[in-house]
């Protein structure tokens, strides 16, 4: 069920991506678009009542395993985030820059290239 | 000592050494950048028919991430490797006339380091990781000019890369959360044990259209035309010849044929991708009258062939798809390079204007025809045989129907390009092109260097397995049985 609500806000995301004309509200479809796929691989790894996957010492390794949450998507998720941050750093440049050239932030009077 | 992580390692410290020194030394940026293409090329011609495992950190496959090596794999590096030192030599010259060399170099790197880790990697998160390189690499070089054409196409191509990326990443998310592993290869293993289910088909999806997109796959190909004629002209060879190889066709075949192992749907899928690229790809480019533009246009058609071969799923099919492949990407970037020289000296990329500039400059007018010739598929070039081949193919496996788009496509390619050779480079001269000068030698040597390899690389497909001497260029088999033998793949890399 929460896959789908996260599957929802993905599509929020990319329709904000394709309908929207503002560039800057465009990044933000992305940046939605992103988070809901970085909440679905959260999700994917937790589990009711879990505890955080850090083994202590006399911890029994067959029990730890039924309580602990799956670590391995928390780490894709610092890896995406942090490519993320990265994109969306550039995304954000290239639209000031774009603002400097057209003076506008409306995609459909950016119409040099065509063909 | 294993040379796999070099492949990475090598291009990602001299991204990070040129911005370093190269403040106080001006000339460091282009000696480092030639010197680590060039050891690049050295390293991906030792590694021909050699193959491997390396295991990052020495954690074993399953567990820890791997990086592997196989025929398909040393195809890419030596094709993406050879048109990155072509690049880099052009860009000496070239890249005279923008602002940072530095910048320039880094970029470049990154996006070197970014493609030969995505040919190499045998993990899916770790894929996705080195795509980003690559992409953000080539975002980012796209948009290097800074004028109103550049930005306007580095944004839109920076949006359909990143809804790509997420693609992706909900597709690896998918596959994770049905299989509970990462490692392509136990994926593969696990797929084969216990079937597919919903999950799986739907991170299948989302690879096609995420993978199609990187590719410039028909219904996905949007950016691609705006986004290769913005960039400088070695950046858009390398994107043309090999950046969308490596990270659009490459993965899906890699994903396709090996983890989830193909049957007749998605080979279908393959082959009217490829088709329709094929053929609406030639048909776009006819009417283009921008050089570079044109010559975009074509790589969408040329990708189209390509899918198509592999598409067929019998070897001689895969043989062709792998051969246009892999010729693609040297006339390909080499008509950037003529297009650049162009634009280099007479300042002008619209056909209309050029004409006759054969007289003043014939070294890139020699080289250009040759890698026309090539493209249009007229023998003894190399594209004559990989569309040959792919065609042959398309009967044999009973598609006569695709074998009859590519003949109409190829024709239509031929035609295209005696158009660019008349307006360009025959004809007669313009008044005003008088005193055109050819471009510098550091900037024909590159282009003399691609055509040489136009036409030679016919020979690769000669039966010379066998005969000793020139056993270790044999580069096309090794990767043909890499893709034939499908999921086997898993036992390989999990037994090794």
């Given amino acids: 069920m929460i896959y789908i609500l996260c599957l929802i806000f993905f599509m929020v995301g990319l329709y904000g991506v394709l309908v929207k004309k503002n560039i800057i509200k465009i990044v933000l479809g992305l940046i939605i678009m992103e988070y809901a796929v970085n909440l679905f691989l959260i999700m994917l790894g937790y589990r009711e009542g879990g505890v955080a996957p850090i083994i202590s010492e006399g911890d029994s390794i067959t029990e730890f395993i039924k309580h602990s949450v799956d670590p391995l998507p928390q780490a894709l998720v610092l890896t995406s985030i942090v490519i993320g941050l990265g994109v969306i750093a550039l995304m954000v440049a290239i639209c000031i820059r774009l603002y400097e050239k057209y003076g506008t932030f409306d995609i459909t009077e950016m119409r040099r290239l065509k063909g | 000592m294993n040379m796999i992580p070099l492949f990475v390692a090598v291009p990602l410290a001299g991204a990070f050494i040129i911005p370093m020194l190269s403040r106080k030394f001006k000339w460091f940026p282009d000696v480092l950048g030639n010197l680590v293409t060039l050891a690049l090329v050295i390293m991906s011609f030792a590694v021909i028919g050699k193959s491997g495992v390396y295991s990052m950190g020495a954690w074993k496959a399953p567990i820890g991430i791997v990086m592997v090596l196989d025929g398909l794999s040393v195809l890419l590096l030596v094709s993406i490797n050879v048109i990155a030192f072509a690049s880099t030599l052009y860009s000496i010259k070239y890249m005279e006339q923008y602002t940072s060399k530095l910048r320039y170099y880094s970029l470049f790197l990154l996006m070197l380091a970014g493609m030969n880790g995505v040919v190499l990697s045998g993990d899916m998160f770790n894929l996705f990781v080195f795509l980003e390189i690559a992409s953000v690499a080539s975002y980012a070089l796209v948009g290097f000019g800074c004028e109103h054409e550049e930005l306007e196409a580095s944004f839109k191509y920076l949006v359909l890369g990143t809804v790509a990326s997420t693609f992706i990443l909900l597709g690896i998310g998918m596959t994770y959360g049905s299989i509970g592993s990462l490692n392509m290869a136990q994926i593969s293993e696990q797929i084969s044990q216990n079937g597919m289910n919903n999950a799986l088909l739907f991170a299948i999806a989302l690879f096609i259209m995420g993978f199609g997109l990187k590719a410039a796959l028909v219904p996905f190909h949007a950016w691609l035309p705006d986004a290769h004629p913005s960039a400088p002209a070695p950046i858009s060879s390398m994107l043309s010849g090999v950046l969308i190889k490596a990270l659009g066709i ?164 031929l035609a295209s390009f005696l158009k660019v050779q008349k307006y360009v480079f025959f004809e007669k001269l313009k008044e005003k092109w008088n005193d055109l000068r050819e471009v510098p030698a550091l900037m024909s040597l590159p282009m003399v260097l691609l055509a040489l390899l136009c036409i030679v690389m016919g020979v690769l497909l000669l039966p010379i397995g066998n005969t000793g001497v020139l056993e270790n260029i044999n580069i096309l088999e090794p990767a043909v049985k890499v893709i034939m033998d499908g999921t086997d793949y898993a036992s390989k890399i999990l037994g090794m």
């Fill in chain 2, 250 to 413: 490459y993965t899906l075949v890699r994903f396709l044929f090996n983890v989830v192992g193909v049957d007749e749907r998605l080979l279908m899928i393959l082959m009217v991708l490829g088709a329709l690229s094929m053929v609406i790809g030639v048909m776009l480019a006819f009417g283009q009258w921008d050089f570079k533009r044109l010559l975009a246009y074509h790589s969408i058609s040329q990708v189209g062939y390509i899918i198509l071969g592999i598409g067929l799923g019998t070897p001689l099919g895969i043989l062709g798809g792998l051969f246009h492949l892999i010729n693609h990407s040297a006339f390909k970037s080499l008509l950037f390079l003529n297009a650049g020289a162009v634009e280099y000296s007479t300042g002008t990329r619209d056909l209309q204007e050029l004409g006759g500039i054969r007289e003043k400059m014939p070294v890139t007018a020699n080289t250009s025809l040759v890698a026309s010739m090539s493209i249009a598929g007229i023998p003894p070039f190399n594209g004559f045989w990989s569309k040959l081949i792919i065609i042959i193919a398309c009967v044999q496996a009973g598609r006569p129907v695709f074998a009859a788009l590519a003949v109409f496509a190829s024709i239509l390619t």
